[in-house]
């Protein structure tokens, strides 16, 4: 079993939907939680991080479930230009930031 | 620029040559670490550093990589004899002193071996 599993997608939403990915983990001892996007060929940025409390930034709401082991992205009125690979990662003890293979966006008009 | 820096950005080289990457990190940042990405894959985690310490390496990181930071500043990462099943992206990132903050990457350098 992969550390961090995502559905790859992709993903297929018009303009205006509202979409969400999870994000699951193995290591129950995970302490730190984020939400990156990829552009094709670019490299990975920090979309947000995850708090224990679920928080929002804009249109973007994280969550996280320690006890079922799993975080999501809420994107609400999606944008042609949020169209991009979201990445999950997830920090253990030793910091070491796991990535999963990434969800694949498309938004289209 | 004070963002994550690497060099070269695109590298072809022939089957069996030695290659060299360069990764310059955010000045104040300690920790250091080296990831590959294929297409639709996630980035893989290579190996990391602490100042110049090289405290993690990947099974991923085969006899023919080597990695180094040698004043605990910039890193370098060698692969020796290299294959075709070596291209790929070749990732760097760096994040600061408290475990829990974001790593910052650079724009990568993509290996492609013939």
């Known amino acids: 079993r992969k550390e961090v599993e995502q559905d790859p997608g992709p993903f297929n939403v018009p303009e205006g939907a509202t979409v969400a990915f999870n994000c699951t983990y193995s290591?129950?001892?995970?302490?730190?939680f984020f939400w990156y996007r990829q552009d094709c060929r670019k490299e990975p940025k920090l979309l947000m991080s995850v708090y224990s409390s679920g928080n929002e930034d804009g249109r973007f709401t994280a969550q996280l479930n320690r006890a079922s082991q799993y975080i999501s992205l809420l994107i609400r009125d999606s944008k042609l230009s949020d169209s991009a690979t979201y990445l999950c990662?997830?920090?253990?003890?030793?910091?070491?930031?796991?990535f999963g293979r990434g969800t694949s966006l498309i938004v289209h008009p | 620029d004070t963002g994550v820096s690497q060099n070269p950005r695109h590298k072809i080289t022939k089957r069996g040559q030695n290659v060299t990457f360069r990764c310059d990190p955010i000045?104040?940042?300690?920790?250091l670490y080296w990831y590959r990405q294929t297409l639709g894959q996630g980035p893989e985690f290579l190996t990391y550093?602490?100042?110049?310490?090289?405290?993690?390496k990947s099974r991923l990181l085969s006899d023919r990589f080597s990695a180094e930071r040698p004043k605990g500043s910039f890193s370098t990462l060698e692969i020796q004899r290299t294959e075709q099943g070596d291209s790929a992206m070749y990732l760097c990132?760096?994040?600061?002193?408290?475990?829990?903050?974001?790593?910052?990457f650079g724009q990568g350098t993509r290996l492609t071996v013939v």
């Open positions: 550093f602490q100042n110049e310490a090289q405290l993690e």
């Open positions: 000045s104040e940042h300690n920790r």
């Open positions: 290591n129950s001892a995970s302490q730190s």
């Open positions: 990662v997830v920090k253990g003890g030793s910091y070491i930031p796991t």
């Open positions: 990132a760096s994040s600061g002193v408290t475990g829990d903050t974001e790593a910052f």
